[in-house]
């Protein structure tokens, strides 16, 4: 039945329950204190270098930073200090996560959208953006593309927020997407994880949604200040309300997703505020749930197709500025992920990369059916905004080979339990980036065997070979049921993993 305008507003109406978020307020306020954040900005000043030192002792052994520490840090002036962050930054990547970078690909879905955001080239009042939902066999070829082509086993969907796109078209694209099964060069490639990025759902609906076997569930504040945040999302559209956003991870939880992502889209207000606002909500999670975030993003705000915002925006943030908030995040919030995307250009993810990131996108297409129909159609009149780096997988991951990453697609751990507080804790102790290089192996020779060129093959092959030297070393026990599993491998078998029983 078609929808009328009547119904449509009906349906803005409802999306937001207030009682599912005023329970948790405090007197009638959120957890972010701005009055507070700003005094601690202001106060942390000008530390010697023994205070961020001992700070940084802190972020080694892997715990959350408190606000003064972080603003501490986010304070620093001194350019042999910031050195010295960075490379505790790696270290603590390297400690929590190992060599491994995770890789995935975003997959839009549809850009009807009810919001007028600002800086998004989705908002309603952008005319001039071709509106489309993908149906469920555009879904499937979209999937075919990435599975069977690419060889991507990680997705990140992404949805506008609209009632054609509620709960129901998100379940069942996620269905579709599983569904996918392509024969590749060896074996066979199938989406093995599917996180999802979309507008805040009530409690009732994320139950739903974790039915289908959703992921992460990713939502970013885009701007923890509030008056900003009232500036570019306009008062009477759904996405206007801040603690409906805000206290959408709370919801999650309450539903029993335990993997959360959370973010801020950089450029709408002071960077060093809303690292601030990060870690607020972090160690809000951690406190109401016992676990904090699983995922942090930090998308700087890019040019979008008739969106004239985002070349005026005050707030935008410089190259170097971006490497000290990744550098500041990777230290306040030790153990969570962290996401690089394809917004920013190649020199730029190789500069940051070390400094502490473990997920990145690549073969990045974001128009919406960009994947199947890549060669005909104009991307500016479909896509959210301009990207920065269009390299392929392949070229990605040769590269990171040649640095000395191995590319994880590996999914083993959420499918044998380790989330949330679970995964979090093998994290803080070290014990999830030694288990995980044995799937990381596992998995990059099934990629290398169904997708990598010639060149990478060679990359490829001697950043495996290293890592089974080391597990053979270092995690004996481990070393026959890993040679058994990648030899069936190298003859076809897919989708093998190493079982970690969560204590
Ligand atoms: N519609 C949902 C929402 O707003 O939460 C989810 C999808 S939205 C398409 C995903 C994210 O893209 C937003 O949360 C925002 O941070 C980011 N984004 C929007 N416009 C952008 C731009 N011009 N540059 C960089 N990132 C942008
Ligand atoms: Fe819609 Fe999300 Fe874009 Fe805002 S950011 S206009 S909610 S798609």
């Given at each position: ?55 940084l ?6 715990q ?29 990547k ?34 001039i953006v ?53 024969k590749?060069?060896?074996?066979w490639?199938?989406?093995?994880r ?16 974790k ?18 945040y ?6 009477g ?31 709408l ?43 005026q ?6 190259d ?43 073969s ?52 044998c ?15 999830e980036?030694k ?34 030297e ?34």
């Amino acid at each position: 039945m078609e929808r009328t305008l009547d119904d449509y507003q009906e349906w803005i109406r409802n999306k937001i329950k207030k009682d599912e978020y005023e329970k948790y307020l405090n007197e009638g306020k959120d957890f972010i204190n701005e009055e507070e954040i700003v005094e601690k900005l202001r106060t942390e000043k000008k530390a010697d270098g023994k205070k961020v030192r001992d700070i940084l002792q802190k972020s080694l052994a892997v715990q959350i930073l408190t606000p003064e520490e972080t603003a501490t840090l986010l304070n620093v002036e001194d350019k042999e200090l910031w050195q010295e962050m960075q490379d505790v930054a790696s270290k603590v990547k390297k400690k929590v996560y190992d060599n491994r970078i995770v890789t995935f690909a975003p997959l839009y879905l549809s850009n009807l959208c009810v919001n007028n955001c600002l800086y998004c080239a989705f908002r309603k009042d952008n005319t001039i953006v071709k509106r489309r939902k993908l149906n469920l066999e555009e879904v499937k070829k979209e999937t075919q593309v990435l599975t069977g082509e690419i060889g991507h086993k990680r997705l990140i969907v992404v949805y506008g927020e609209h009632p054609e796109t509620d709960v129901d078209y998100m379940m069942e694209s996620i269905k579709a997407i599983y569904s996918v099964k392509e024969k590749t060069k060896s074996g066979w490639g199938q989406i093995r994880r599917v996180n999802v990025n979309a507008a805040p759902l009530s409690i009732e609906k994320l139950k739903e949604l974790k039915k289908v076997g959703l992921g992460t569930f990713q939502v970013f504040q885009e701007t923890y200040h509030h008056q900003t945040y009232r500036k570019v999302h306009s008062p009477g559209t759904i996405k206007g309300d801040y603690n409906w956003r805000l206290y959408c991870m709370h919801r999650a939880m309450e539903a029993g997703i335990d993997d959360v992502g959370i973010g801020v889209l950089f450029g709408l207000y002071d960077w060093r505020f809303e690292a601030m606002g990060l870690l607020y909500h972090a160690r809000e999670l951690e406190k109401k749930f016992g676990v904090g975030p699983h995922t942090i993003s930090f998308p700087r705000l890019e040019p979008a197709s008739n969106t004239p915002f985002n070349q005026q925006s005050e707030y935008k943030v410089s190259d170097d500025d971006f490497k000290k908030l990744i550098t500041v995040i990777r230290l306040a919030v030790p153990y969570t992920g962290m996401i690089l995307t394809a917004r920013e250009s190649a020199q730029v993810r190789r500069e940051v990369l070390d400094l502490g990131c473990t997920q990145t996108d690549a073969s990045t297409r974001i128009g919406i059916g960009a994947y199947s129909d890549r060669y005909t159609t104009q991307e500016g009149e479909r896509q959210q905004f301009i990207l920065g780096d269009t390299r392929s997988l392949d070229e990605v991951i040769r590269e990171l080979a040649e640095r000395g990453y191995i590319t994880s697609f590996c999914t083993a751990g959420y499918r044998c339990g380790r989330t949330g507080d679970k995964i979090m804790k093998l994290l803080r102790t070290g014990q999830e980036g030694k288990f995980c290089k044995l799937n990381a192996v596992l998995t990059f020779r099934e990629w290398l065997d169904d997708f990598a060129s010639e060149e990478t093959k060679i990359s490829g092959e001697v950043i495996i070979n290293k890592e089974i030297e080391e597990i053979k070393k270092k995690i004996p026990t481990f070393y026959p049921k890993l040679m058994e599993y990648y030899e069936k491998i190298k003859k076809g078998e897919r989708d093998l993993y190493l079982y970690l029983p969560v204590s």
